[in-house]
Each structure stands twice: as C-alpha cells, then as structure tokens.
C-alpha cells in the first residue's frame, strides 16, 4: 500500500479556568497559578490564631522596586502585633525589611517576643533586586534556635531562642496579616510591603533545610503533617483567600484588591543542587511521567549560582501563544537559579517515551519563555541527536531574566495517510475488521474497541479543516477510551492506525 506523508499544523489546547465551588480560584491552577499584589495600602487577615504555636514560616515574594540601604519606610510580609490596650507588646512577630530608623536598613528581619523580650536574626544582605522572586524561610528549632533560609541557603545571623511563637492572647484586633505589621495602626508605621506574595505556608514542626529545598518549588497537597495554614493565593476575584490545609484559616483581603497571574517558580514537583564544590561535571535531571527526562547542565555566570531547581508542571501550560505544535505530555519544566549573574547553562530533554515515530525525530521542537506570567512562548535553537533521542539548547540565559526559564518540548510530525493524491481527510479503508466505537454522537467519553488484542495503536483526532486535535500512541491492547469532554461541539475525523490496519471515523460531540 502505497503511503503520503502529509504534515499538519497542530492546534494547543489552553487550559479551561473554572471556579472553585467553594472560593473563586483558577481550577486548575497551573504552576504556581496567582499571586496578590500588594500595593503599599492592601494586607490580608488570615486572623489571631493562625501563628499560635508556629515554628517555622516560608513563602516567595518579589518587589515592586528595588530595597537596599536607602530604604526609609520599614515592609513587612507577615506580621501580627500585639499591645491590647497596655502599650506593652507580647509574643508578636515579623517579618520585614528594616529601614534606617530601625538601624541595619535592607536586612530582612525574622523579629519575635517571648512574652515581651525580643528576639531577632537578619538576613545576609542588604540589597534586594525589583521583580525577582525570593524565597525566605524562618525557623524555630526547639534544639538550635532561630534561623532563616533565602532562597535555600541558611544565614549567618541566629538567636538561642526555641519557643515558638507564641499563642495570641490580646483582642481579636491584634490578627495577623500579610502584607503589614499586623493590625498596628499608628500613622505613618503602619509599615506596608509593596510588591507579589506566593505560596506562604505555616508550620508547627521546625523545617530542615533539606525539607526546605526540597519543597520550596512546588506546590503541597495540604495534608503534610504540621502544616498549620497553606495560602496558594491561587484566588481570581473577591476579597477571600482560601486556607488550602485542614486549618481553614481563610483571610480577608482590605485595600486594593490585586489578584495576578504569578510568575513564581513552582511547579508540581521539583528537585535541586547546591554544589559545594562549584559546578564543574554538575548534571541535574527531572525524570518526566512517560519515560522521558530533563536535564540541566553546564551551569556558568560571571558570578556562578549557588542553586539550581528544575520544576515540572504536569498540565499544558496557561498560554499556547508562540508554540507550533501539540505537546502530548501535557508536561513543561522550568530552571530556576539564585545568586548567580549572568548565568548561563545547558537544557537536554531525553523523549524516549513521548511517541516519537521513527523518522520524525527532525520534528521535536524546543519552545522556552521566561515565567508563568508571560503571554507567549518563542521556539529556541536546539540540536537534535536521533539516535540517543535527545534535543539540546546550549548556552541558555533565558529571554528575559539570565536566572531562569521554563521550556516546553513540542512533537508535530508528519502523518502517513494511505493512498491518496489530495491533502483530504476523507480516507479509504483498507481493513479485515472494523473499530467498534461508541457512543457516537458523544459528549465525553469515546470508547474504541479491536475484535482482537492489537500490539500498538496510533490514533489521532482533527477537525473538518485538517487541524489536528491531539495525537496519542498506546501500547498493547484492544480498548481504548478518550475523553472529549473538553472540546466544542462539532464534527471530527478520528485516525486509526495499527500494524494491522489503517481507518477513519466521523466523530460528532454534541
């Protein structure tokens, strides 16, 4: 039988954003989904109990401009005051930006009382860059006292002190609140933060660094054990912003409410390296879910970073824009590097497993874009090694930012169609036994059945225009379902192809 290889155009799905039943939340949410944006007279009560017995508190934020030394006005990411009417101020806590009253101006401050005595530990640096996500994580550890973590990597300043903070004893007024100095109202100290807040969470065990690293790029599921409140700020409308553990600590948005695409670097899973011994021979891979694999590597900057995280996102992305081609996965990864400069580093994307049909290997793309929040992706340059079945992109340093990036790997290759000498879809048969498929009309799932076990079967689905839809490859087997759920109402072509035999089907959605 004689074959012509006709290629198509492949149409990306987006990703559909329904409402939480209970809150109004993307759902899905994908990669890090939202964040909040403050604007230096917004904060979020999440409430007086929610710190009570706290020892350890992380989350990722990014400035809406540069803080350093000059810094005039103190900014606080979390907080919550204390002083019930008696000008003494017991178990409070912070954490904020000192300024230059305060002394030490652009450190950031993990500030707490144990009943009233002080205790506090400062960050390393001064100096923080405008739109770059930070990660700062504090401790209290009941054996070694007070630490915090940026971006994973532990500071010099400590504190003795092991009592977590404490239970909140004053007015239901003294809450706590992201985004300000809790409910302390004192004119011109009310000490706003301006800028993104992502993915705080509260814990009642005290974090290892190890534990740190390795959850700070992706997302919980809610249920670990000790966490006390999980704030996704995944939310799309309204003032509430839901508690994702078992706490139900929601918090009430006042002032400007901001709710915005994020561009932080979480994903669904993650793994990282802090080479101690520079990166020289350094590889860092992040298996995928079918087989595949990828890698980052030879990591370089003018000043080298002290990190590295790979995250995978298990869903198509939020925008398609810029990308040619059906990414079958529904899987991208991102790297993402902190106190580097200048960085630069390989990408390697292993696709044995994606169902990339001998001979297509020249059709595998690579499509990159800085974050989360940008609109479009932009294809990469890439070589592409058939026989180890991998696609490489060299000397990387990203689009936008030199510290990261997220990468997308497209399969579109070339359908072989039976004998045909027009570039239609309406296909002969030539077939010993027919598919059974049912029901058709459908308006979810589609069900395909051999009258017998098939070793393979390639299938794919277009529309009446020759777009194809998605495209799958399965192994042995003689039922297959499909879910069309998702798509319009409509006519489609359904594709066929075994070791046995090559069909087409007229598929209605209704």
Not at 53 to 78: C, D, H, P, Y
Not at 489 to 510: D, F, N, Q, W
Request: with cysteine; proline share 4%.
């Amino acid at each position: 039988m004689n074959k012509i290889v006709i290629s198509f155009w492949c149409v990306l799905f987006g990703v559909i954003v329904t409402h939480h039943p209970l809150s109004a939340q993307l759902y899905p949410p994908v990669g890090p989904g939202n964040t909040f944006s403050f604007n230096g007279n917004t904060h979020i009560n999440i409430g007086d109990q929610v710190a009570n017995g706290v020892r350890t508190i992380e989350m990722w934020f990014k400035l809406n401009g540069t803080i350093n030394t000059s810094l005039t006005e103190a900014q606080t990411l979390v907080g919550r005051d204390y002083d019930n009417g008696s000008a003494v101020s017991r178990d409070e806590f912070a954490i904020y930006f000192r300024h230059i009253a305060f002394g030490q101006p652009g450190k950031l401050v993990f500030y707490k009382r144990d009943s009233t005595s002080i205790r506090e530990i400062l960050s390393d640096q001064n100096s923080w860059e405008a739109h770059k996500w930070y990660h700062v994580a504090v401790v209290i550890d009941p054996v070694e006292g007070m630490k915090m973590y940026i971006n994973g990597v532990l500071q010099m300043s400590t504190h003795s002190s092991t009592i977590p903070i404490g239970t909140e004893m004053g007015q239901s007024t003294d809450a706590t609140d992201i985004g300000r100095w809790g409910e302390f109202t004192l004119t011109g100290a009310i000490r706003y933060f301006e800028g993104q807040i992502d993915d705080l969470r509260f814990w009642t065990t005290a974090r290892s660094q190890t534990e740190i690293r390795a959850m700070m790029c992706h997302k919980l599921a809610g249920n670990e054990p000790g966490l006390r409140a999980y704030y996704r700020f995944d939310e799309i409308a309204g003032t509430t912003l839901e508690d994702l553990s078992a706490g139900n600590y929601d918090g009430t948005a006042f002032g400007t409410v901001n709710w915005q695409t994020s561009s932080a670097p979480i994903g669904d899973t993650s793994t990282y390296v802090y080479p101690a011994g520079g990166w020289a021979g350094q590889v860092l891979a992040m298996p995928g879910t079918l087989g595949d694999t990828f890698y980052v590597s030879q990591v370089t900057g003018t000043t080298a970073p002290e990190c590295l995280h790979i995250y995978r996102v298990d869903t198509l992305p939020n925008t398609n824009t810029g990308i040619i081609g059906l990414p079958d996965h529904k899987t991208y990864y991102g790297a993402w590097t902190a106190f580097g400069a200048d960085v630069q580093y390989d990408v390697t994307h292993y696709f044995e497993g994606l169902g990339v049909c001998p001979g297509c290997e020249g059709d595998v793309k690579l499509f990159s874009r800085n974050d989360n929040a940008k609109t479009s992706w932009t294809q990469i340059s890439t070589t592409t090694n058939v026989a180890a079945k991998t696609i490489t992109a060299i000397n990387e340093s990203s689009i936008d930012s030199t510290y990261r990036a997220e990468y997308i790997l497209v399969i579109c290759p070339p359908l072989a169609l039976p004998g045909s000498s027009s570039d239609s879809l309406s296909l002969t048969k030539e077939e010993t036994f027919s598919f059974s498929i049912f029901p058709n009309p459908t308006h979810d799932v589609l069900s395909i059945r051999s009258p017998f076990i098939l070793d393979r079967l390639h299938l794919a689905l277009f529309t009446t225009e020759g777009k194809r839809i998605f495209q799958q490859h399965h192994g042995e087997g003689k039922t297959w379902e499909l879910d069309l759920s998702a798509l319009p109402k409509g006519v489609y072509l359904l594709y066929l192809e075994s070791e046995k035999i090559i069909s087409t089907a007229r598929i209605i959605i209704k």
